[in-house]
């Protein structure tokens, strides 16, 4: 089973958990291009009941089988607009698919080293938060701990430390917003939920302010007012900060 979005005659079908993780910065880059997309949920039933995890990995199971995907993985993305149908697994390959076709992926060669490098620290970083996440039972006080003495400080501090080098602090690349902007938006959003008061006014002004900011695009706002947004559960149900 799972949970169908959107038209299937859309030519772009994305498919992922009923979860934020790796496809949320997907879904903003999405919503800010104003794309109509099929999105198909895994984990969850139509009228909304979640999946427990041996449900879960039959619903991948079973829908897995239905594809044709050369590696087959979660998110994907099928694009049947063009003369060739285009199909990405990898969350990173489909943000910058998706940034190259709707011009979120900088103006020059300058710009687009700038957005890969910014992905990939992003990326280091948003593995600290998963391993901390899903460190389940007894040892989790200690995994986030670690996490909140030791990964914090060092990305996030990197992140507000290069925002506030720039001229354009509501943009981490260039003078409009970019693939960076989406993955380094959702991280700091989390951060901000695992621990509270780490990104304000007073802790790290410039991405404080970078976040609200991006929160109050227009499209973006209006897709987090939609019923399709997802605010909660971040990571699987089932893991320690969910």
Not at 213 to 231: G, H, V, W
Request: proline share 5%; charged share 20%.
């Amino acid at each position: 089973m799972a949970q169908l979005l959107g038209n299937d005659q859309n030519a772009l079908t994305f498919c992922y958990w009923a979860i934020r993780g790796l496809a949320q910065p997907i879904r903003f880059m999405l919503a800010e291009a104003n794309i109509q997309v099929h999105e198909i949920r895994l984990g969850v039933d139509q009228d909304g009941r979640t999946h427990n995890e041996v449900e879960e990995d039959q619903d991948w199971a079973t829908h897995k089988a239905t594809l044709q995907l050369p590696f087959p993985n979660l998110p994907y993305l099928i694009d049947t607009s063009g003369a060739q149908k285009i199909q990405i697994t990898q969350s990173n390959a489909i943000l910058r698919y998706l940034a190259r076709n709707y011009g979120f992926y900088g103006e020059t060669e300058y710009d687009r080293v700038q957005i890969d490098m910014l992905q990939e620290e992003a990326y280091d970083y948003r593995n600290k938060i998963v391993q901390a996440a899903y460190t389940l039972g007894d040892s989790y006080p200690d995994a986030f701990a670690d996490f909140s003495n030791n990964a914090v400080p060092r990305h996030v501090d990197g992140f507000e430390n290069f925002l506030a080098s720039r001229p354009d602090k509501a943009h981490f690349v260039g003078d409009k917003l970019s693939l960076a902007d989406f993955v380094i938006y959702e991280l700091m959003w989390q951060t901000r939920l695992m621990l509270p008061g780490s990104i304000s006014e007073l802790s790290r002004p410039h991405l404080n302010a970078f976040v609200d900011q991006f929160s109050r695009r227009p499209l973006i706002a209006a897709y987090m007012q939609s019923q399709d947004y997802i605010e909660r559960p971040i990571n699987s149900p089932w893991a320690s900060f969910a």
